[in-house]
């Protein structure tokens, strides 16, 4: 299994970007995915997640500004940020709960791709 990340890139605040993760090799079932994000010197923290019913996550920084949706039959998770601020200045990382098997499950992660926010 691979994740394979895109989107990133450098903006001015206020700006927008569009994150796109896809999933490929032997898939059973994919249940959560979501978007991660690790500032320098900070830890890796939990962005945005969207269920396998469709119920979503938002952290409380991006409320109203982010959005994250997901395609299944392309196995793909994407994540609109919009009205970016330079504190949105990270290496953005897909996670995937995905399953290869009946009871083959564990949780994958992309490459990660970088966002910055210039002032």
């Known amino acids: 299994v691979q994740l394979q990340a895109s989107g990133g890139g450098l903006v001015q605040a206020g700006g927008s970007l569009k994150l796109s993760c896809t999933a490929s090799?032997?898939?059973?079932?994919?249940?959560?995915l979501g978007w991660y994000r690790q500032a320098p010197g900070k830890q890796r923290e939990l962005v945005a997640a969207v269920t396998s019913g469709g119920s979503t996550n938002l952290a409380d920084s991006v409320k109203g500004r982010f959005a994250i949706s997901r395609d299944n039959a392309k196995n793909t998770v994407y994540l609109q940020m919009n009205s970016l601020k330079p504190e949105d200045t990270a290496v953005y990382y897909c996670h995937v709960n995905l399953y290869t098997g009946t009871y083959l499950g564990r949780d994958y992660w992309g490459q990660g791709t970088l966002v910055t926010v210039s002032s």
């Open positions: 090799g032997v898939i059973f079932r994919i249940d959560a």
